[in-house]
Each structure stands twice: as C-alpha cells, then as structure tokens.
C-alpha cells in the first residue's frame, strides 16, 4: 500500500469517488453534495484557512485503487488551549482492513507532530461543530444534512488504532402530533399569565432584526459561561442569509420580554431528504427542483438546531412556554412529522434535561474521539458543563 497527499485535480475527484464504492451496497448512505466537501478545503471558502492549516491523503492498494482517505487539520484557535496541543482528522473512509486505516491514521499523526501538535480529534471536521462531528455509533437510519455517516466497522478502527471516546454527541427525536406532558401545559400558563411574555415565530422580510435577536440570546446564554466565542453583528447577519432559502418561518421560535429577546428555539427542515435525491450534485437544474420541492412540502422531518434561554430568565418555565406555543403552530400549520434534536454533548446535561423532558427518545450517538501521541499521559474526557 502507498499513500500520497493529495496535489491535483484528479486526486481530488478520487477523494470524491472513493465513498461511493465503500457505500455502494449501503442504502442507508446519503451521498453529501460535492460543493459542500470541495468548500471545506476551499481556501478562498473556509474561513477556518484565516487560522488554520489543512491536507488530505489518498491511500492506495498494490494495484493502484484508492481503498481509503483522511483529512489532517490545525485549528489554531483551539489547537493551544488544550492541555496537549490537539489537532484533528477527519473525512476518514477506509475499506474494512487495520492495516490500511492504521496507515492511514499514522499519516495524518506524523503530519500533526511535524507542525508542534501532541494529539488528535477525529473524526471531526476542519470547520464548526455543526457540521461532519463525531463518529455515528447509533442511529443509522435518515442521517440528517452534513451529519458524518459511516460503516459500523469504522469504530472498531478507530479504537483499534488507541483513541478513545472524547465525548459523544446524543440526537432526540419524537412524533410531531402527540400531545405534550401536562408539566409543559402547567408551566406554560404560569409563564402566561405574565403579560410581558410573548412567542413569535421569525419572519422573513424582518430577516436581519431575527438575526441581531439570536445573536443577543446566544451571547448572553452562552459566552458569559465560557462556552463559546462571542457572536459579532457581521458573522450572524451572514449565516441568516446563508439559511434563508431553507428557512421555514413557523420553524423558528424567539421569547421576549418587554419586547426584549430571551430565548430561541431554532428548528430548519431535514433538507438531506431531498438531497438524498440529487447524487451529490447541485447544478442549476437540482437547485430548481429543490426550490419546488422545499416550496411543495416535501420534508417532513425538523431538525432541532439551537435551543437558548438568557440566564435570568432560565427556571421560570419559558422554555416550556416557548415549546408549546411553537408545537401547536407546527401541528396545525405544517406537514412536518418528525422531530429530532440535534447535538446535544454528553458533557451538557442541562440540555439532555429538556430534550428528554420533551418525551424524546435517544435516536441517535455520535462519538468523537481522542488520541494521545504520548501514550503515557493520562486520558481526560472533555470537561462537564
């Protein structure tokens, strides 16, 4: 077996090909679009290149085949404030062979060591959280957009090769129609009674006061406890933008209180439904169909993203009170069916608090790993909040 980094066009189509046939008999795999990886390792797209350095490497058997790839990245934001200067690897597909995904893993960990890092996250993604995070352990069925899917096997790799669970990253879901538990209807017209409450859904052509709102809420629920940077004006008026085409007005949720925002809930439609559709391809032609598509009611699946309540007003039941009036509003008003929450870290049981609190089952695990270089340190999950 030889490997390479990848240098030309050609080597880039091969890292594009390869997931096709380790999933070809897999009818659970939805192939992602190829503009979304191609950005990721797009200087000129991935913001993360401002801070950060990245390589990809193409594995090859002794005939010439490519049977596995990975991505080694530096974020050098986050890379030093690790007790070992950490790294990560990602965009892992490899044939069902140790050999092979150890080659592999010790490539991207010689590239790491060479440029001062001691050890490595993966699978992960060179970029935010939210998107190819974490190694799929359960939950195989309906992977929703830019959510990381994988052979079982893979995790047998990974652990073979010595890392192990970092944290894991839990998804909820629950029919949209059941009736929620009378604690949410309680806590609801306790919440009600108080005039200066109000629930508004966002609306589009107010799409950039939504935005400065959301950014408020994060903020302050957030920043000020140490998870997370800052959000700035610019950053999130961009990304509202970015989800406009997708956004579905009844979806997302806000709370204020005296006309001041003091909570979020924010939900977008299950696109990968759709995608599933289009091959990996997103020319001119899959974009009108999407627009129809989207237009017409096609997905019935929400996916919960964003869930945050301003600290002083945490424990008075707004989040209750917010759930309820966006249920009744998605239960008359739309076709959606399903409901699943995203992202919630094992280290954060507050939210595994409310999600479960919501009569959710478990749908879904993700694990990512860690991996010492120094094999005599000792190991420390990531920290409780």
Known sequence: MTIREISSNRDREEFL????????????WIR??????????????????????CTRFLLEDEKGKVIGRIAAFIN???????????????????INDIKASTMLFNTAKQWLTERGIEAMDGPINFGERDAWWGLLAEGFTGVPYKMNYNPSYY???????????????WCYSRKIGPQLNDKFDQRHQQIARDSGYKAVHLKKNQLFKFAEDFRIIYNKAWVK???????????????????KPVIDELGVW???????PVAMWVNLPDINQLFKLFQGKFGWLEKLRFIWMLKTNKVTKLIGLVFGIVPEHQGKGVDSFMIVEGAKVL???????????????????????????????????LITYRYLFDRSKPFMRHPML
């Open 155 to 169: 995790r047998s790799l990974f652990e073979a090769y010595g890392f192990m669970p970092y944290f894991e990253q």
């Open 76 to 94: 050098d934001r986050t890379a030093k404030k690790e007790e070992q200067p950490t790294g990560g690897c990602g965009f892992f597909e490899c």
């Open 254 to 260: 806000y709370v204020y209180y005296h006309d001041e």
């Open 225 to 243: 406890h140490g998870v997370g940077k800052a959000l700035e004006e610019k950053q999130v008026r961009m990304l509202f933008q970015k989800l």
């Open 32 to 53: 992602p679009l190829d503009k979304d990886v191609e950005e990721v390792f797009d200087p000129e797209r991935n913001k993360f290149f401002r801070h950060g350095k």
């Open 17 to 28: 090909r390869l997931p096709l046939r380790i999933y070809q008999n897999d009818q659970e």
């Open 331 to 365: 239960m008359e008003k739309t076709r959606y069916r399903e409901y699943e929450m995203q992202w919630i870290g094992d280290f954060n049981p507050k939210m595994v608090r409310v999600a479960e609190s919501l009569d959710t089952v478990k749908s879904r695990r």
